[in-house]
Structure formats: C-alpha cells, structure tokens
C-alpha cells in the first residue's frame, strides 16, 4: 500500500523548534519529489518546501526560508521538515505530500493526513 504518514507535530512557543517526519511505504523518492504543505484555518494550501522532480534545488518559501530545512534519509524513506524560530504564524496542520514539483507547484500524486502545529505561548 502506498502511503505517507506524518509525525511530529504538537505545540511549542514562539521561537521554539519541531521537527515534523514523513514516513513513506509503497513509494520512494527516487520517482517523486517530496514536498511539505501547510493549510492554516481560512487559509489556502501553502507550499513550505519541497523537493524537485528534476532535481533542482530544494524550494523554500519566503515565509519560511531561514527558519525551516528540509532533508531526507532515503535508506529509511523519511523526509524531516526541522522548524526552528517558529512563529504564531505558522501555525497550521502540515502535510507531506508526493508529485512532479518545482517549487512546491505541480502535479501530486499522494498526500498523508496532516499533522498540526500550533505555536503559541
């Protein structure tokens, strides 16, 4: 079965630090690029970082550049989103998803369920 699955999520303080992973099964990263999606409430799905399917160079978006990294162990088939500096602003549920990206737009194949991230004092 194909799938993703996050993990890490929960509530830090403003200027905290989390590290969300996304496990993968039935799919590697060699066939697609992996990327990390947040949705806040009354807000449109943003693209945080992601990898590219020509393998380009990782995409950040502005919001976050800085402040987030995105890495991956491909033996293990997990991507890490580590977020550090977080702000109330980012707080949203996260997802990881699969697809043919360049900079976090195109064609997904697969998503997980989400994970929320709150920040807040």
């Known amino acids: 079965e194909e799938r993703l699955v996050e993990s890490g999520g929960g509530l830090a303080q403003p200027g905290g630090s989390l590290r969300l992973a996304c496990l993968a099964s039935?799919?590697?990263?060699?066939?697609?690029?992996i990327g990390w999606f947040r949705q806040a409430p009354g807000k449109g799905r943003e693209g945080v970082s992601c990898t590219s399917s020509s393998g380009g160079r990782t995409y950040y978006a502005d919001s976050v550049k800085g402040r987030f990294t995105l890495s991956s162990d491909n033996a293990e088939n997990v991507v890490y989103l580590q977020m550090n500096s977080l702000k109330p602003d980012d707080t949203a549920v996260y997802f990881c998803?699969?697809?043919?990206?360049?900079?976090?737009?195109?064609?997904?194949?697969?998503r997980g369920q989400g994970t929320q991230v709150t920040v807040s004092s």
């Open positions: 039935g799919i590697t990263f060699d066939e697609y690029a």
């Open positions: 998803a699969a697809g043919f990206y360049r900079d976090c737009s195109g064609p997904e194949y697969i």
